[in-house]
Nanobody
Framework: QVQLVESGGGLVQPGGSLRLSCAAS????????LAWYRQAPEKQRELVAA???????NYAGSVKGRFTISRDNAKNTVYLQMNSLKPEDTANYYC??????????WGQGTQVTVSA
C-alpha cells in the first residue's frame, strides 16, 4: 500500500503562485507515474500534470507554461509549482501514483482557491 499526503494548498490572489507537495510512503523510484489531478465542484476530475520514472512530463493545455511538475527522489516527494494562477484553477488537487500496470493510489487532496 502506497500512502500519499498532499500539502501546500491555500488561498491566493489571481496572478499569484503556490507550490503543492505530495509525500509518498515508498521510494518514488518504484512508482511508474506520479501525477496531479484536480476537481472543482460538479466537474469531472481532470489530469493536470504527470511525470514518469524516466522523467517525461505531460501537462493539461490549460496549465501548460504556468505549472511545472517535478520530483525529489531523496525526499520521496513530487511537487507542482503553480504560477500565474487564475480563478479557474480553483479546485481540490489530488496526488496520484501508479505502480506496475493496474495499481493506483490517491492522496486525500489539498484545496487551492484563487480569488481576489
Amino acid at each position: 500500500q502506497v500512502q500519499l499526503v498532499e500539502s501546500g494548498g491555500g488561498l491566493v490572489q489571481p496572478g499569484g503562485s503556490l507550490r503543492l507537495s505530495c509525500a509518498a510512503s515508498v521510494s518514488i523510484l518504484s512508482i511508474n507515474t506520479l501525477a496531479w489531478y484536480r476537481q472543482a465542484p460538479e466537474k469531472q476530475r481532470e489530469l493536470v500534470a504527470a511525470i514518469t520514472s524516466g522523467g517525461s512530463t505531460n501537462y493539461a493545455g490549460s496549465v501548460k507554461g504556468r505549472f511545472t511538475i517535478s520530483r525529489d527522489n531523496a525526499k520521496n516527494t513530487v511537487y507542482l509549482q503553480m504560477n500565474s494562477l487564475k480563478p479557474e484553477d480553483t479546485a481540490n488537487y489530488y496526488c496520484n501514483a501508479r505502480v506496475a500496470l493496474v495499481n493506483a493510489y490517491w492522496g486525500q487532496g489539498t484545496q487551492v482557491t484563487v480569488s481576489a
